[in-house]
């Protein structure tokens, strides 16, 4: 487990990188906190009473543990985007920023005075990453868009399910988590880009972009091959045998539908005569009868616990996994060993444990430094610290209403 280093000094891959963070809920703040993660100085802007995220339980000493998960190293800066004053600050924040991160519906930045074409004229180098529901184009760039709506209208969710039920969502924000690591990358290429030739650009990342280039097989063999695969559950789209299976004391994923795992299977259930059933040695031979062959397999695996399964399929090389729930994993020595899960220190918040960053770097790996923040919390450091506001137009502002 991975606990904050205050005044860590490990070099980072992105500091002196400075991102304005406008986005909410969760792809737009996870693309500004792997930023965040590796070294960028993130200024998060939020209206005076928190962002909606912040009024979801459950909660923690009074605050959403949604913030935990989205907003670790990231400055707090509240302000009333509404406020006259608002657009002024905000101006000069974006000529601040190196990157600005937002996630309105297309065309509401424009309307607030700070579209893209403005940003140029304050900050002629500036990279806008743009996160939406559909895109800044199409006929459908307009509409608004949550998680689900992405995994229903990209055709994921049409996917997901028992063959005989109903499509059925993912069980996680998969569409927003995906979108906010898509949108990082597009923000590393365009840093790059920038390095390179001093050109700023627009970053424009959609969740239904990112969710249909997702669906993998099933989209090409409908481009290809005109096809439409149904939903599958448990089961692999292209082999067999391939599912979950219900051992003596829970279910246990297991994946034997290869031409070499297939026979490993069957020597360790000591059946012999499925590995040498000529029905059973192609693919195509196994996925049609991979009923019967669930049945054999869920026979054997029924009689068993989910650990004697794991150390027999694990001597044979046989993929397995037990299917583990949340606080199983969570305490798993895997996720001690990858420092999945860390923690930080808050002065009012005490102790926050949150999903480490999947991504590790031997030389520059990322780094939780600052615990998520309340709101406001930093003002003091943005619009004195940034800005060169003194303490008395801070004040003055703040008993306006403005921040």
Known sequence: MTTTTPGATTPSPLDGVKVLDLSRFIAGPLCAQILADFGAEVVKVERPNGEDSRHHGPYHRDESIYM?????????????????????????????????????????????????????????????????????????????????ISQASSGLMSMTGEPDGKPTLSGTYIADYTTGYQAAIGTLMAILHRERTGEGQLVDVASFDTMFSALGVRLISQLMLGQDMPRSGSRDLLT???????????????????????????????????????????????????????????????????????????????????????????????????????ESEHPELGTIRMPGNPIKMEKTPPMVRKAPPQVGEDNAHVYQGILGLSARETARLREAGAI
């Open 68 to 148: 935990f998960l989205y907003h670790r190293n990231k400055y707090d800066a509240s302000l009333d985007t509404r406020h006259p004053e608002a657009l002024g600050i905000l101006e000069r924040l974006i000529a601040w920023a190196d990157v600005v991160v937002e996630n309105y519906r297309p065309g509401t930045i424009e309307k607030m005075g700070i579209g893209y074409e403005r940003m140029k004229e304050l900050n002629p180098d500036v990279i806008l990453v743009s996160v939406s529901g559909f895109g800044q184009t199409g006929p459908d760039s307009r509409r608004a868009l949550f998680d689900a």
């Open 240 to 342: 067999a045998p391939v599912n979950v299976y219900e051992a003596a004391d829970g279910p246990v994923y297991i994946q034997a539908g290869t031409a070499s795992l297939f026979p490993k299977l069957c020597a360790v259930m000591e059946r012999p005569d499925l590995a040498g059933d000529p029905r059973f040695a192609g693919v195509e031979g196994r996925m049609a009868h991979q009923e019967f062959l669930e049945g054999e397999i869920g026979a054997w695996a029924a009689g068993r616990s989910t650990a004697e399964i794991a150390r027999v399929l694990d001597e044979a090389g046989v993929p397995y996994a037990k299917v583990a729930s949340v606080a199983e994993v969570a305490a798993s020595p895997q996720i001690a060993a990858r420092d999945m899960i860390v």
